[in-house]
């Protein structure tokens, strides 16, 4: 079974203060890797998709990273509109069919000004 | 353009009641997705439709829940005899379409559902 394990749970950083989060996974072979950001009340929002490792993408202040067993989420001089819950998820490689997309429980990010 | 939208956003109902939730994607999406997100827990996939193939029901937690797509587009997720344990909140997505290479889901608001 595809499992996503994210940490932390939360994180609190001061503005301007950088960091990451992780995305830990366990698939049998991995189609691709997905960043979403989701706001209270509001569905989640696509950032980035990964497909192979070594793999990075970049949007603002965001990068995301990609190896065989996990992904970073880098976080440079964030502001407090960065303050969100960061989901991963990741597709399983498969013949015919849909392949589930498995979410992890996310990563609640708050930024102090 | 519009993006994915649901009514209602939130519903409070009786317990044993049936609810209808309604989802109406991204026009051209091909592919949708119904949720299910818990406090403190992971989304939970439901069901899936992609075009005129048979959907992927194998998320479906009970025979209570069900889910229909009309004409390839608005889709309504029925709940009978809604128990306690139904209360989340009911996201749906859709993509452009699937293929080798899954494609970003985009999602709507989502419906909190309650269940007194």
Known sequence: EDQVTQSPEALRLQEGESSSLNCSYTVSGLRGLFWYRQDPGKGPEFLFTLYSAGEEKEKERLKATLTKKESFLHITAPKPEDSATYLCAVQPQGSGGYQKVTFGTGTKLQVIP | GAGVSQSPSNKVTEKG????????????????????????????????????????????????????????????????????????????????????????????????????
């Open chain 2, 17 to 116: 009641k049936d609810v209808e939730l309604r989802c109406d994607p991204i026009s051209g999406h091909t592919a949708l997705y119904w949720y299910r997100q818990s406090l403190g827990q992971g989304l939970e996939f439901l069901i899936y439709f992609q075009g005129n193939s048979a959907p992927d029901k194998s998320g479906l937690p009970s025979d209570r829940f069900s889910a229909e797509r009309t004409g390839g587009s608005v889709s309504t997720l029925t709940i009978q005899r809604t128990q306690q344990e139904d209360s989340a909140v009911y996201l749906c997505a859709s993509s452009l379409h699937f293929g080798r290479v899954q494609n970003e889901q985009y999602f709507g608001p989502g419906t909190r559902l309650t269940v007194t």
